[in-house]
């Protein structure tokens, strides 16, 4: 049935593609077993399908414990990767730019302002995170909002428009490549993402 297909993909979403099919199977057998003895006592199918999902639990929650368990530091892994990533970005943009403007100049920046970044980062980031697991993990169906791209991009966007009207209102404050100062919140989302999309991509073929 489609229902139940949908419910046990949310509960193996992200997981090892062996321990997809392994947990998968067992699910299936589970739930059917549960469905026929309900449809015995004289519930409908869908009835049965229904008594059967809510009795076995939140599909989100169970996929967030089973992931715990198969990977316990899947989800730190892949932030600090985030992080690193992001700061590396912003040190090659930074270091280009005042190349651009600045030939022939000392570019780099010293550790002491990449350390620096980095903790910036990881702050701004962690927060948004956790805001991010605990709608993934609420009950309430939020399935664009929980999408990474919309949730981390769009208000991102927002903030860098916003900020982005200082560079109209004094042009002369941001002169020398300071402007892209004002863009350092979308730049920041759109590589986090970019970064966590691709941990996903490498961890689970990786799995395979």
């Given at each position: 049935m489609k229902n139940l297909d949908q419910y046990i993909d949310v509960i193996v979403a992200g997981l090892p593609i062996e321990e997809q099919e392994d947990i998968r199977e067992e699910l299936t057998q589970h739930l059917n077993?549960?469905?026929?003895?309900?449809?015995?006592?004289?519930?409908?199918e869908q009835e049965s399908l229904k008594i059967a999902i809510k009795t076995f639990g939140n599909g989100k929650k169970m996929n967030w414990e089973m992931k715990k368990a198969v990977y316990p530091f899947y989800k730190i892994t892949r932030f600090l990767w985030n992080t690193i990533f992001v700061t590396f970005v912003f040190c090659v943009l930074s270091f280009y730019i005042m190349e651009h403007y600045n030939p022939g100049a000392d570019n780099i920046a010293p550790l002491s302002s990449v350390i620096g970044l980095f903790f910036i980062v990881a702050f701004i980031c962690g927060m948004a995170e956790l805001v991010y697991e605990a709608l993934q993990l609420s009950s309430v169906k939020l399935k664009y909002i929980t999408?990474?791209?919309?949730?981390?991009?769009t208000p991102s966007v927002i903030i860098g428009s916003l900020t982005f009207l200082a560079f109209f209102q004094q042009p002369e404050n941001y002169q020398n490549g300071l402007w892209i100062d004002l863009l350092v919140v979308p730049i920041g989302a759109f590589f986090y993402v970019i970064a966590r999309q691709i941990f996903n991509q490498l961890f689970n073929h990786r799995s395979i």
């Open positions: 077993d549960h469905m026929n003895e309900l449809m015995i006592k004289g519930y409908t999408n990474p791209w919309i949730f981390f991009l």
